[in-house]
């Protein structure tokens, strides 16, 4: 399975591709540097009978292991293809893309992706460590090149509400110790913390942005309890920052 990066080269020049309209204002420096990158995510659970390579002579793993892993990736190259054919027709209908403005990584070891001119698409299934009857579909749009169109109307109705999570890999380890401190320190009354006993993640919630955000050294990820519209996950991201403004090792 070929690497899929930032650095590829796409067939037709990004400034010849046709800008879609957007829906929301255009959005500050600051803004479109913490989108780039971020990811947006939707997980699902389903029965590891309920996919498509699943044939009667199979049997449903009983317990996780790098064999049920591979098992479960292998079955569900069919589901992952199919996923795949939907949204490429999607990003050349809604995004009016041609053939080479489009690169596709098959399904292998359970993971297909489309690379666009402005992001990657890419989906995953896994077999779930919590419970071997089950598989984790995992679908994110990440490695964004051009932030405006994240809010474009075709982004949304490629999208629509699929998202509920945006994920961001800060560029160095969060101290959470002192991530911690600082959030008590301030005695917002807006902001509530909730983390374990050893400081390894906490959970912050505020009546002003939608979702719950889980901090971890080295991963960020707000949480909405039901999917939203791209843009309107990305903004509710964006304005749980800004509540967080000020603390430095964040």
Not at 192 to 204: F, G, H, K, M, N
Request: charged share 25%; proline share 4%.
């Amino acid at each position: 399975m070929e690497s899929l990066t930032t650095s590829q080269t796409i067939g037709t020049s990004h400034s010849t591709l046709r800008r879609q309209p957007t829906i929301i204002p255009a959005m500050s420096e600051t803004s479109n540097r913490q989108i780039s990158s971020v990811a947006l995510v939707t997980e699902q659970r389903r029965r590891v009978r309920d996919l498509a390579g699943f044939l009667k002579s199979h049997k449903v793993p009983t317990e996780y292991n790098d064999r049920t892993q591979s098992f479960v990736g292998r079955i569900a190259t069919q589901d992952i293809s199919q996923d795949l054919d939907i949204r490429f027709a999607e990003f050349r209908r809604n995004f009016r893309l041609k053939r080479v403005d489009l690169r596709v990584s098959e399904p292998e070891e359970g993971t297909g992706a489309i690379v666009t001119p402005w992001f990657e698409y890419r989906v995953t299934v896994t077999h779930s460590e919590e419970d071997a009857g089950e598989a984790v579909w995992r679908q994110q749009v990440t490695d964004f090149r051009d932030t405006e169109q994240l809010f474009s109307s075709a982004f949304a109705t490629v999208f629509g509400n699929l998202f509920d999570t945006v994920e961001f890999e800060p560029p160095e380890p969060i101290d959470m110790e002192a991530f911690i401190d600082s959030i008590e320190n301030r005695e917002d009354d807006d902001i509530s913390i909730e983390y374990d006993r050893t400081a390894v993640w906490c959970q912050l919630m505020t009546d002003a942005v939608p979702g719950q955000l889980y901090v971890e050294s080295d991963r960020v990820a707000l949480v909405t309890q039901q999917p939203q519209l791209p843009a309107r996950l990305l903004e509710a991201f964006i304005n749980f920052r800004a509540c967080l403004a000020g603390i430095e090792c964040f």
